[in-house]
């Protein structure tokens, strides 16, 4: 007997917690994807990195190393920390 039962349980229920597992990430994302409508509907953000930024200034910043060298700071500032 090539296949037992045991063997076939198993594979049974290794397909169920795939099948709920893949309910469960779905579900997940379509929460956060809710989420994300409402606070974009509002004019803000719901996470850090969910949607992008709107800068009022899209320039970029020129960055110097800083004197400790291991920091950057921009361009025009006086400050380096």
Known sequence: MLFSFNKILLLIAILVAVWYGFKLVGRLDRARKHKLRQA??????????????????????????????????????????
Do not use: M, W, Y
Not at 43 to 69: T, Y
């Open 40 to 81: 974009v509907g509002r004019g803000r953000r719901a996470d850090p990195g969910c949607a992008p930024s709107r800068q009022s200034n899209p320039e970029p910043i020129d960055l110097v190393r800083g004197e400790d060298g291991k920091t950057f700071v921009a361009r025009d500032t006086d400050r380096h920390d």
